[in-house]
């Protein structure tokens, strides 16, 4: 399990931040797949430091809860991204400060795979939504792995995030033990691009992928030291889009 009180709440923003071209991206696909009735109330299940927090309250009305177990990435998330219709609980996956039947509408936004009981978790989640609630889960799935660009200067880097994701297959699996209806398929998103790869470097440095929490140090430090000098010799190649993986969950 991935402690984000150790290091990772300090340089998440910093490593993870979006441009604002590709927030609004973000939430033009996920309204597309919810009904267009507004307000929703919303889930923001994993919200971390509230990347999506305050736009799913200005998307789709709100209220929007914001669910994180990380008390030093939720102190960021109320200090740096703060809304009227924002709150951000203390709380996890598998036990949900809200009532039944709640929400309309939950984001899971690459979280899923640090659930430690992702069947009760998903329960959970269905628990909270209405009937007709849908459930948006941005994972990775480990047979559709993406191939990142960074993962040529750390070699063990796909493997090991293939290991934290389960199959699409199996993730179809657990929601549907979970009284969920998966879609076949997920939708491929693009939302969010690269840069070049100075930016990509610049951005990629602060580890802020949980990740490098896996790889040996000696890895890390050869992989970047490849990396910064890939990027001092050609810092303005575009690097290109990575399609991300949207499933979509109903609450029958």
Same mark, same amino acid.
């Given at each position: 399990?991935?402690?984000?009180?150790?290091?990772?709440?300090?340089?998440?923003?910093?490593?993870?931040?979006?441009?604002?071209?590709s927030?609004?991206?973000?939430?033009? @696909? /996920?309204?597309?797949?919810?009904?267009?009735? #507004? *307000?929703?109330? =919303?889930?923001? $299940?994993? !919200?971390?430091?509230?990347?999506?927090?305050?736009?799913?309250?200005?998307?789709?009305?709100?209220?929007?809860?914001g669910?994180?177990?990380?008390?030093?990435?939720?102190?960021?998330?109320?200090?740096?991204?703060?809304?009227?219709?924002?709150?951000?609980?203390?709380?996890?996956?598998?036990?949900?400060?809200?009532?039944?039947?709640?929400?309309?509408?939950?984001?899971?936004?690459?979280?899923f795979?640090?659930?430690?009981?992702?069947?009760? @978790? /998903?329960?959970?989640v269905?628990?909270?939504? #209405? *009937?007709?609630? =849908?459930?948006? $889960?941005? !994972?990775?799935?480990?047979?559709?792995?993406?191939?990142?660009?960074?993962?040529?200067?750390?070699?063990?880097?796909?493997?090991?995030?293939?290991?934290?994701?389960?199959?699409?297959e199996?993730?179809?699996a657990?929601?549907?033990?979970?009284g969920?209806?998966?879609?076949?398929?997920?939708?491929?998103?693009?939302?969010?691009?690269?840069?070049?790869?100075?930016?990509?470097?610049?951005?990629?440095?602060?580890?802020?992928?949980?990740?490098?929490?896996?790889l040996?140090?000696?890895?890390?430090?050869?992989?970047?030291?490849?990396?910064?000098?890939?990027?001092?010799?050609?810092?303005?190649?575009?690097?290109?889009?990575?399609?991300?993986?949207?499933?979509?969950?109903?609450?029958?």
């Open positions: 399990m991935v402690d984000y009180d150790d290091r990772l709440h300090r340089v998440y923003a910093a490593g993870r931040a979006l441009e604002p071209s927030l609004d991206a973000w939430m033009g @696909a /996920l309204a597309a797949e919810v009904p267009a009735a #507004r *307000p929703l109330s =919303v889930l923001d $299940l994993g !919200s971390g430091i509230g990347r999506f927090t305050p736009a799913l309250a200005d998307t789709f009305g709100g209220p929007v809860y669910v994180e177990p990380s008390a030093r990435m939720r102190e960021i998330a109320t200090t740096t991204a703060s809304h009227p219709n924002v709150t951000y609980l203390d709380g996890s996956a598998e036990a949900i400060p809200l009532p039944d039947a709640s929400c309309d509408l939950a984001l899971l936004f690459l979280s795979h640090h659930f430690s009981d992702k069947v009760r @978790a /998903l329960r959970e269905a628990r909270v939504l #209405r *009937p007709g609630g =849908v459930v948006l $889960l941005r !994972s990775q799935f480990s047979d559709r792995m993406p191939e990142l660009h960074w993962y040529r200067y750390f070699p063990s880097a796909r493997r090991v995030d293939a290991a934290m994701y389960l199959s699409l199996e993730v179809r657990l929601a549907a033990e979970a969920l209806v998966p879609a076949a398929e997920p939708r491929w998103v693009q939302a969010e691009t690269p840069g070049t790869l100075r930016a990509s470097y610049e951005r990629v440095k602060h580890r802020a992928y949980s990740t490098f929490e896996h040996p140090p000696d890895e890390i430090e050869s992989g970047f030291s490849a990396f910064e000098q890939a990027a001092a010799a050609d810092p303005d190649r575009e690097l290109p889009p990575v399609p991300a993986a949207l499933l979509v969950l109903n609450r029958p």
